[in-house]
């Protein structure tokens, strides 16, 4: 059987590079856990059977930041964290995104005192806010596809 049969009348499918460097980093992300408060439980619990993040290609959550391109900050951050986390995005490879989970990492929530930061933002760089307090696995699902439709859309770095 040649390769015309098994295709029929589609033709040749082209893509560009771009797009087939896009679609294989929306397909194959892997998270960094950053969980510090309660939010932490709902990012965990999308990894359960009833949510399975797995069929976006995030069969685990990261503890290393060099082997992963994707943190999720769930909780509020305080003064003390910030450094960390600005330490642990430094050390994830590029290209990397940053997703803040929940009223606390976005904005700072409830806790309108000198101890928290008032959204990451501050801190990283942030690509999507996933709101609610605390937000449904639901929700970070839905951040991951607004993640994932962003990503579709960048193009590539020109080499120097």
């Known amino acids: 059987m040649g390769l015309e049969q098994k295709l029929g ?3 040749v499918v082209t893509m560009s590079l771009e797009q ?3 679609w294989g980093r929306t397909n194959a992300m892997w998270p960094m856990l950053f969980g510090l408060a309660c939010c932490a439980m709902e990012m965990i619990s999308t990894q359960a059977p009833m949510y399975d993040v797995s069929r976006f290609g995030m069969e685990l959550m990261r503890a290393s930041p060099r082997q992963a391109d994707l943190m999720i900050v769930a909780g509020r951050v ?3 964290m910030a450094p960390v986390l600005r330490r642990l995005y430094d050390q994830m490879p590029d290209p990397k995104w940053v997703i803040a989970m929940g009223d606390c990492a976005s904005c700072g929530g ?3 005192n000198y101890a928290i930061v008032q959204g990451v933002d501050e801190v990283v760089p942030v690509d999507v806010y996933v709101a609610g307090c ?5 929700g970070l699902i839905h951040g991951v596809m607004t993640l994932h439709a962003k990503v579709r859309k960048e193009k590539l770095a020109t080499w120097k």
């Open 9 to 11: 009348n589609m033709g």
């Open 20 to 22: 087939a460097v896009n």
């Open 78 to 80: 305080t003064r003390k």
């Open 110 to 112: 409830v806790f309108n």
């Open 134 to 138: 605390p937000p449904r696995p639901e």
